[in-house]
């Protein structure tokens, strides 16, 4: 490789993280400058003297601590549960034959193919005839319904790899077919029960809809729709506003950097594809 | 139908009970909660679709009269032209930025795993969080977009303010937001081409963009037709990022059909009418599906996979 070649690969390289990196950079710079730096103009890139007065006041005199309790709690109640129904279809699709077996797999691919917001009026219905409207338990309802079809295509290519030999062996053995799932599959899957639940919760952390749709008061309230609410409000300031952004983001770039070594590997890619 | 489910069913019978084949008691749950979510769902939006409504409430039967409605609507059409504008500029400017970042990232870089990091960072991002990101960074009056445009031309546009502008800003955003996913999947395509291809066309003397054209190109085709599937479907439904960043204005400039599902429901609360049009999404989402599946099918060479 030529070293004019080369310099230019650096600069485009450069150039990509800029682009890639930078609104959120200039978000955290914002969140840690001072009130009256932050609409300067011209704007200026460094903080004079650099504080987390933003953040102590998003934490301690906004409602934003409410939301993330809310989003954990529905985040990780939905997962859980989505998981738990998802590893035993996708099992049973996985090692079994059964009449109907096809048309029910479209079925759930077809089912992850409509879109949310064709379905949310009916939704919002249901959650009111049910009295789970401004509930966590309507929210996790839903989430969990929209997770499973992704999950059990996911977990199906999982327990596809896993060797038959080893179920037979195991089977001889006297080992019967439900101690034989939770004994011996289950734990072989565990990567594939890992990133599917790393997709599962980025998907539930992330999802505006849900929350603005099937949920009223503020107490209620799932974090993407109390940041909305933030800049709704008359006289946004922009240095809390970035500070419960970045608050927002910490579940889910903690989440990116245990996926990363899949990402790196470019192995994502099945999963992504769903 | 097999030796499995009769073995299953034959496993350790409980007590005082005939036993379900354990395939059936490991789906049922699944489908369960899917049909009631997902499923149910879609036949209780054709069935408000059919009444005259008020808030929640269906008052009478009306046939297909909110579907001519929509028919009749102006807003329908240029929501629906929105939606197209918005699909295709994405679509142009996000199809070349995925391949290009997909290749670079392909490539021998220093620090590469950095790199990748960090070039995938916005795809962890809400569609919320990358409006209110970009919401600052175009701010009117702090802004560094406007402040540079300012230093370049001498005026300090408003742009989300302005209906071309708004739309514009919007694709952008909208293209940074996704690009990320098409870059993974390329990448993940990229990287399965066999090193030795790239060396002998090299030795035969192809250059930079013929060995793209010839080698990587075919190769990465069916991927990238998948890609664009994705999409187009991603653009056409979005509804949050357009309104958390825009809300649909200025002057319903940014209105999709998507987003006016969401204001014909839940702002008008005319949801029989609200139904019918998220329906009509629905349908040309399954179109399009099947139009790709019948494209792709033929470019697919395993199959079962």
Same mark, same amino acid.
């Given at each position: 490789?030529?070293?004019?070649?080369?310099?230019?690969?650096?600069?485009?390289?450069?150039?990509?993280?800029?682009?890639?990196?930078?609104?959120?950079?200039?978000?955290?710079?914002?969140?840690?400058?001072?009130?009256?730096?932050?609409?300067?103009?011209?704007?200026?890139?460094?903080?004079?003297?650099?504080?987390?007065?933003?953040?102590?006041?998003?934490?301690?005199?906004?409602?934003?601590?409410?939301?993330?309790?809310?989003s954990l709690i529905v985040t990780a109640v939905s997962v859980a549960t989505s998981l738990a129904l998802a590893v035993h279809a996708a099992y049973a699709l996985a090692r079994f034959d059964f009449r109907g077996k096809s048309a029910l797999m479209f079925a759930i691919l077809a089912t992850s193919m409509i879109p949310g917001i064709a379905i949310l009026v009916p939704l919002y219905n249901?959650?009111?005839?049910?009295?789970?409207?401004?509930?966590?338990?309507?929210?996790?309802?839903?989430?969990?319904?929209?997770?499973?079809?992704?999950?059990?295509?996911?977990?199906?290519?999982?327990?596809?790899?896993?060797?038959?030999?080893?179920?037979?062996?195991?089977?001889?053995?006297?080992?019967?077919?439900?101690?034989?799932?939770?004994?011996?599959?289950?734990?072989?899957?565990?990567?594939?029960?890992?990133?599917?639940?790393?997709?599962?919760?980025?998907?539930?952390?992330?999802?505006?809809?849900?929350?603005?749709?099937?949920?009223?008061?503020?107490?209620?309230?799932?974090?993407?729709?109390?940041?909305?609410?933030?800049?709704?409000?008359?006289?946004?300031?922009?240095?809390?506003?970035?500070?419960?952004?970045?608050?927002?983001?910490?579940?889910?770039?903690?989440?990116?950097?245990?996926?990363?070594?899949?990402?790196?590997?470019?192995?994502?890619?099945?999963?992504?594809?769903? | 139908?097999?030796?499995? #489910?009769?073995?299953?069913?034959?496993?350790?019978?409980?007590?005082?009970?005939?036993?379900?084949?354990?395939?059936?008691?490991?789906?049922?749950?699944?489908? /369960?909660?899917?049909?009631?979510?997902?499923?149910?769902? #879609?036949?209780?939006?054709?069935?408000?679709?059919?009444?005259?409504?008020?808030?929640?409430?269906?008052?009478?039967?009306?046939?297909?009269?909110?579907?001519?409605?929509l028919w009749n609507d102006p807003a329908t059409w240029s929501a629906a032209v929105h939606s197209l504008v918005y699909a295709a500029a994405s679509l142009a400017l996000a199809i070349p930025l995925s391949l290009g970042l997909a290749?670079?990232?392909?490539?021998?870089?220093?620090?590469?795993?950095?790199?990748?990091?960090? #070039?995938?960072?916005?795809?962890?991002?809400?569609?919320?969080?990358?409006?209110?990101?970009?919401?600052?960074?175009?701010?009117?009056?702090?802004?560094?977009?406007?402040?540079?445009?300012?230093?370049?031309?001498?005026?300090?546009?408003?742009?989300? /303010?302005?209906?071309?502008?708004?739309?514009?800003?919007?694709?952008?955003?909208?293209?940074?937001?996704?690009?990320?996913?098409?870059?993974?999947?390329?990448?993940?395509?990229?990287?399965?081409?066999?090193?030795?291809?790239?060396?002998?066309?090299?030795?035969?003397? /192809?250059?930079?963009?013929?060995?793209?054209?010839?080698?990587?190109?075919?190769?990465?085709?069916?991927?990238?037709?998948?890609?664009?599937?994705?999409?187009?479907?991603?653009?056409?439904?979005?509804?949050?990022?357009?309104?958390?960043?825009?809300?649909?204005?200025?002057?319903?400039?940014?209105?999709?059909?998507?987003?006016?599902?969401?204001?014909?429901?839940?702002?008008?609360?005319?949801?029989?009418?609200?139904?019918?049009?998220?329906?009509?999404?629905?349908?040309?989402?399954?179109?399009?599906?099947?139009?790709?599946?019948?494209?792709?099918?033929?470019?697919?060479?395993?199959?079962?996979?």
């Amino acid at each position: 490789m030529t070293p004019g070649r080369n310099a230019a690969m650096i600069g485009l390289t450069l150039a990509a993280c800029v682009f890639a990196a930078g609104p959120l950079v200039w978000g955290l710079l914002t969140s840690i400058k001072p009130a009256t730096q932050v609409v300067a103009y011209p704007p200026q890139l460094l903080p004079t003297s650099p504080s987390l007065e933003h953040y102590a006041t998003v934490w301690q005199q906004s409602n934003f601590p409410v939301y993330f309790r809310n989003s954990l709690i529905v985040t990780a109640v939905s997962v859980a549960t989505s998981l738990a129904l998802a590893v035993h279809a996708a099992y049973a699709l996985a090692r079994f034959d059964f009449r109907g077996k096809s048309a029910l797999m479209f079925a759930i691919l077809a089912t992850s193919m409509i879109p949310g917001i064709a379905i949310l009026v009916p939704l919002y219905n249901l959650s009111v005839k049910t009295g789970l409207y401004n509930s966590l338990a309507g929210m996790v309802i839903v989430y969990t319904a929209w997770n499973v079809p992704l999950l059990v295509w996911l977990l199906k290519g999982f327990f596809e790899k896993v060797p038959r030999e080893l179920e037979e062996a195991a089977q001889i053995d006297g080992c019967g077919p439900f101690r034989l799932f939770y004994l011996i599959v289950l734990p072989i899957a565990r990567p594939g029960l890992l990133a599917g639940a790393i997709m599962a919760m980025m998907a539930v952390w992330n999802d505006f809809l849900i929350g603005y749709t099937l949920a009223v008061s503020d107490q209620k309230r799932l974090v993407p729709y109390g940041l909305y609410a933030f800049i709704s409000n008359i006289g946004i300031d922009w240095g809390q506003l970035m500070a419960a952004t970045v608050l927002a983001l910490i579940p889910v770039i903690f989440a990116f950097l245990i996926m990363q070594k899949w990402l790196v590997q470019g192995l994502m890619a099945g999963a992504v594809k769903g | 139908m097999s030796t499995m #489910v009769a073995f299953a069913s034959a496993d350790s019978a409980p007590p005082g009970g005939a036993r379900l084949p354990l395939p059936v008691v490991f789906l049922a749950p699944a489908v /369960a909660i899917v049909f009631l979510v997902s499923i149910y769902p #879609v036949f209780d939006a054709l069935g408000l679709s059919l009444f005259r409504t008020r808030y929640a409430e269906k008052l009478e039967f009306v046939g297909l009269a909110n579907y001519v409605a929509l028919w009749n609507d102006p807003a329908t059409w240029s929501a629906a032209v929105h939606s197209l504008v918005y699909a295709a500029a994405s679509l142009a400017l996000a199809i070349p930025l995925s391949l290009g970042l997909a290749l670079l990232l392909d490539a021998k870089l220093p620090m590469r795993s950095t790199v990748r990091t960090f #070039v995938i960072l916005p795809w962890v991002m809400s569609q919320t969080v990358v409006a209110l990101l970009w919401a600052w960074i175009l701010n009117a009056d702090f802004g560094p977009v406007v402040w540079a445009i300012h230093q370049t031309t001498g005026s300090r546009p408003a742009m989300l /303010a302005s209906p071309i502008g708004a739309m514009v800003a919007l694709v952008v955003v909208n293209v940074w937001a996704s690009y990320p996913q098409a870059t993974l999947l390329l990448l993940a395509a990229v990287q399965t081409i066999p090193k030795e291809l790239h060396e002998s066309a090299h030795v035969d003397g /192809a250059n930079a963009f013929q060995r793209f054209r010839y080698v990587t190109f075919p190769q990465i085709k069916p991927t990238l037709a998948v890609v664009l599937i994705q999409l187009t479907l991603l653009y056409f439904n979005m509804v949050t990022l357009i309104f958390t960043l825009t809300g649909g204005g200025p002057l319903a400039s940014t209105e999709t059909l998507a987003v006016r599902v969401l204001k014909v429901s839940f702002e008008d609360w005319n949801i029989g009418r609200g139904a019918a049009l998220g329906l009509v999404i629905t349908v040309v989402n399954f179109a399009f599906s099947a139009f790709y599946v019948r494209v792709l099918k033929p470019s697919d060479p395993g199959g079962a996979s």
